[in-house]
């Protein structure tokens, strides 16, 4: 059961899983709370681990990505394994570092089965020992799944971020009553950072506008302005650079199934040159840039420069920059 000096390590526990402190640092408070020399703690695709007897990985609180061993993934969960129960369950690969002084605690988390593993170089475990880690099971599968949900929405905000990025489209909250920012994303701030506007002078363009409206800014940037009705007297902003590039003539060539010279032309055309200034700029004559034109129209099925700028700004195509 637990004791008043445990009340640290689950304070440790509570930070670890919210992400303000690593799960390495959890293990070796673990290891010391057990006299253990190493601790090691399995999720079901990844593990972490810390081993008195060795350097700490260059990163020490990056989770190694590999299954987890294939005998913990049948253990009974918030039960304490001893290491001859292990050995007796381990393959021939896991027994070369399964002893008989280990402790697992088998645990089960809304993702998939979890371990944490403990190793002793010298001594044996006690039974309170095994009633202490056992002790630790329910808090500790709370915090893995309270981790993993916090991973997930972490991920979830990276994959936004870069799908802001590549589209190139950047949000703002402005309070207008206040004249100030309540909130700007990366993607916002290094448009207007390129540009180099000062993001308070987005507010002064959009006090102008009461209802939702399209404002053209300097240097290339336009701003859509909406309402926000989660705030009163604030309004969200999305800021976009009017003449971002087209993707590479690689990526626009394994993409639409035409030769790179092809490319090279459609994303002149693309980016709204005219056949003959598309020629002018890629060096070719007019006739051989016309040539170019009527294939990338047959292997794409595409009629004419509209539907090709169209499709390469209205596709997926758009986001490879």
Known sequence: MLEPDDSALLLQLGDTASGVSGWTGFL????????????????????????????????????????????FAGLRPS?????????????????????????????????????LLLRRDSGVFRAADTA???SYAPHLAQALDLWHRMHAAEIQRHRAEELARRIGVGRLVLDMRKAEILDMDAVAAN????????????????????????????AGLDMLILPDR?????????????????????????????????????????????????????GLTVETARNYSKRIYARTGLRGQAALVRHMWCSTLSLGR
């Open 79 to 115: 039960r304490v394994y001893s290491g001859e129960e292990l050995h007796d369950r381990a393959l021939a690969q896991e027994a070369v570092w399964l002893g008989a002084e280990n402790r697992a605690l088998a645990l089960k988390c809304h993702n998939g089965p979890a371990c």
């Open 191 to 218: 448009l207007l950072a390129e540009s180099g506007r000062d993001a308070s002078s987005l507010i002064g363009a959009a006090q102008a506008y009461t209802a939702p409206a399209v404002v053209l800014l300097p």
């Open 230 to 282: 989660s705030a009163a007297h604030c309004v969200t902003a999305y800021v976009r650079h009017i003449n971002a590039p087209l993707p590479d003539p690689a990526l626009i060539a394994a993409a639409l199934g035409i030769s790179r010279a092809e490319a090279r032309l459609a994303r002149a055309l693309g980016e709204g040159a005219s056949l003959i200034d598309a020629a002018a700029q890629l």
């Open 132 to 134: 202490r880690l056992a």
């Open 28 to 71: 070796r408070s673990v290891a010391a709370r057990f006299q253990t020399n190493a601790a090691t703690l399995f999720l079901s695709r990844a593990y972490w681990t810390w081993d008195h007897g060795h350097a700490p990985p260059p990163s020490p609180d990056a989770a190694h990505d590999v299954p987890i061993p294939q005998l």
